[in-house]
């Protein structure tokens, strides 16, 4: 009876899938946005990504006026790669392309041509492709391309495998084959560029790699400018946008709007008719440390501890010259692991010289340092500080050449999955490394055990304030600890000149002083080197 049931059914009906046909497996299906159609989003919605939408809206002019380009000689861009960390705004860049082209669009993701039958991939990018030709002029736009367009010859000889190289020289084929047609031009995005095949890079099938990064704080003012009319403010928007540009350096586009989001649903739970500053803060904190957790109860010997481990990021920073700005210190536990954090405010560096980075070192073993001057014992709170100073340490010596003993040399890091052994030196160099590293780490220690036994009573009375407050600002600390000794860039208008960022000194910012400032900041850049320290969130 079974087979006779089958036997009499419809041939679509007996594979399932919603009735599709089987015939129909090898077809593509992309999101057609025809040129009559709106997305919703233009080019003015896309804020802080000013050279990345000049490139792309140069793509779209040549679709629109074609003649001018034509009349000159020049050809059609046959394809477009924006690459970039995620959240930074290439889909929604794609998405104001669509809305912007006037000529049609088709949208699909890299995954839509994976598939459990052989052959199917393949299919689908012919059939994709030949619906463009009968569109064109038109844009195909792939999401997360790195799904189909790995490098080949990795991941062993697996069927699975096989089967995607085979849609990858079938999209080879379809950008630049024997057929190709020029009115046809393919945008693609991915986070990982680093893992495409050097066939599909190349001029002739994507002529422009575009780099869509973190905004800087004039960008990242722009994109709270496009999220924050949506609120409902208790302030004025232009100086909220500057402020909120100038305490969340190294945010993406889509963290920025996490942000405002945040704000708004914590002034919602707080009952209140309008989003002011403390509720932005609020958010930050949300997004940068996670969830509070207010279950998560500490006996009063481990809050002591957590108090004065803070303290010790605080105190120890404060009289550092290159340290972070402090924003606020934190006893609150967050997140999953967070006991308590120190949150400051990285200067926006594009060098990096070797005493910043010892100072943000000793930064980072304040914490640990001050469990041994007060307890005389240490916890295991300073895992995530002591991750990060070993990583600084061997990028001094292995990544930017700056150890006499090792020299001028730069030795790749190891990736994720690679052996020890793997290491492009000897087992001798690998013995020097780790002695010069740790005698760095050494020096480092030292010199934060010096500073925080001279500053020890000071240390005491921050962790105090911690203790009655869980939460202080820098207001706080510097009626305990005194103004910082060095003038620092704080406001939105020196960040965004770049005063401060290499000579905390020079942070003097007016009409009359600009031009003076500027070339005093560039005689400072060049002293500097290269690095970059992770320091904008403590454990």
Not at 257 to 269: C, G, P
Not at 396 to 425: A, C, E, H, W
Not at 471 to 500: M, S
Request: glycine share 10%; with cysteine; hydrophobic share 40%.
């Amino acid at each position: 009876m079974r087979q006779h049931a089958l036997a009499g059914a419809p041939l679509h009906d007996s594979l399932g899938g919603g009735g599709r046909n089987i015939f129909q497996v090898g077809k593509s299906k992309p999101t057609i946005i025809n040129k009559e159609a709106k997305t919703g989003v233009t080019f003015k919605d896309v804020a802080g990504l000013a050279e990345a939408k000049v490139e792309v809206m140069e793509v779209v002019d040549f679709l629109k006026n074609p003649g001018r380009y034509a009349d000159l000689g020049a050809k059609i861009p046959r394809g477009a790669l924006l690459t970039g960390p995620p959240g930074t705004g290439k889909t929604l860049l794609a998405k104001a392309t669509a809305g912007e082209a006037n000529v049609p669009f088709l949208s699909v993701s890299g995954s839509d041509f994976i598939e459990m039958f052989v052959g199917v991939g393949p299919s689908r990018v012919r059939d994709l492709f030949a619906q463009a030709k009968t569109m064109q002029p038109c844009i195909v736009w792939i999401d997360e391309i790195d799904a189909i367009g790995k490098a080949r010859g990795r991941g062993g000889m697996m069927g699975g495998n096989d089967e995607r190289e085979n849609t990858l020289n079938q999209l080879l084929v379809e950008m630049d084959g024997f057929s190709t047609s020029g009115q046809v031009v393919v945008l693609a995005g991915t986070n990982r560029p680093d893992t495409l095949d050097s066939a599909l890079l190349r001029p002739g099938r994507f002529d422009r790699t575009i780099e869509v990064g973190n905004p800087d704080i004039g960008g990242r003012a722009e994109i709270f400018r496009v999220h924050l009319p949506k609120l409902r403010l208790g302030v004025e928007m232009q100086e909220l946008s500057e402020t909120l540009a100038s305490l969340t350096p190294g945010f993406s586009g889509a963290e920025i709007a996490n942000v405002v989001n945040e704000a708004a649903l914590t002034a919602a739970r707080r009952e209140k008719d309008a989003v002011e500053l403390d509720d932005f803060h609020a958010a930050m904190d949300r997004v940068i440390g996670g969830l509070e957790r207010k279950s998560k109860v500490l006996t009063k010997e481990e809050k002591t501890t957590v108090a004065h481990h803070e303290a010790g990021h605080a105190v120890t920073g404060w009289f550092l010259q290159h340290a972070s700005p402090l924003l606020k210190v934190s006893i609150v536990p967050r997140g999953m692991a967070a006991l308590g954090y120190a949150q400051y405010v990285p200067k926006e560096r594009k060098l990096h010289t070797k005493e910043i980075m010892m100072d943000t070192m000793c930064m980072l073993l304040g914490g640990r340092i001050a469990e041994s001057i007060f307890f005389g014992k240490i916890s295991t709170g300073a895992q995530d500080d002591l991750r990060k100073v070993t990583r600084i340490a061997y990028s001094i010596v292995t990544l930017y050449g700056m150890n006499s003993k090792v020299g001028n040399l730069s030795f790749p890091p190891r990736g994720d999955g690679q052996f020890d052994s793997q290491r492009p030196y000897s087992e001798e160099k690998a013995e020097q490394v780790d002695e010069e590293v740790r005698i760095l780490v050494n020096s480092a220690y030292e010199r934060t055990l010096e500073l925080l036994t001279s500053k020890k009573e000071l240390a005491a009375q921050i962790a105090q304030l911690l203790l009655e407050k869980e939460v202080i600002h820098r207001d706080d600390v510097e009626k305990v600890l005194g103004a910082r000794p060095w003038k620092e860039a704080t406001t939105f208008e020196e960040l965004a000149n770049g005063f401060g960022n290499s000579v905390p000194e020079e942070a003097d910012v007016g009409p009359a002083a600009a031009a003076a400032g500027q070339a005093a900041a560039v005689a400072e850049v060049m002293k500097a080197t290269v690095a970059e320290a992770e320091a904008s969130k403590q454990n």
